[in-house]
């Protein structure tokens, strides 16, 4: 067995990596050609489609319109044997409604803050952030992964 093929986070491991994770590098293609990479809160569903949100008139936003060609990175670990991590390359589409960009928001906030907190004023600001906001959707199209956790000394 190829030492890539036995170092893989199996399909299952892989998704609950991502789903656990709090921030992933979005890697876009710049206006000179130079990857542009900013990290970023996301939320993911069950068939490994990533969202996020961002202003309108943001970079991100403004490469994703021109190449819809994305990487998403997400790693952690602070030894060679901790190293565990996820590359994702995928096609990116802007999303421009009002309502999509509000259940972004929404998702990614509960995600991060573990609820979505009662009180006034949280649900109308959220929607008056999605008036100024796009949509990202990233549609996975090839995965690697790695755990050098599962090499067992054999570095």
């Known amino acids: 067995m190829k030492q ?3 170092i893989a986070l199996t399909p299952a491991e892989q998704r609950q990596y991502i789903a656990e994770a709090r921030t992933v590098t979005l890697c876009t293609h710049g206006p000179r050609g130079y990857p542009h990479a900013v990290a970023m809160w996301f939320a993911v569903d069950g ?17 994703v319109r021109r190449n819809s060609k994305v990487a998403l990175h997400i790693e952690s670990g602070e030894t060679y044997d901790s190293l565990k991590g996820v590359l994702i390359r995928g096609d990116a589409e802007v999303v421009d409604d009002e309502e999509a960009v509000y259940q972004t928001i929404r998702r990614v906030h509960e995600k991060m803050s573990g609820a979505f907190p009662d009180g006034a004023g949280v649900e109308e600001a959220m929607r008056w952030q999605a008036r100024k906001r796009v949509a990202l959707k990233i549609t996975p199209r090839r995965i690697s992964s790695w755990d050098h956790g599962k090499l067992a000394g054999s570095y």
């Open 4 to 6: 890539r093929d036995a």
């Open 47 to 63: 068939d490994g489609t990533v969202w996020m949100s961002t202003y309108r008139k943001s970079q991100k936003a403004v490469n």
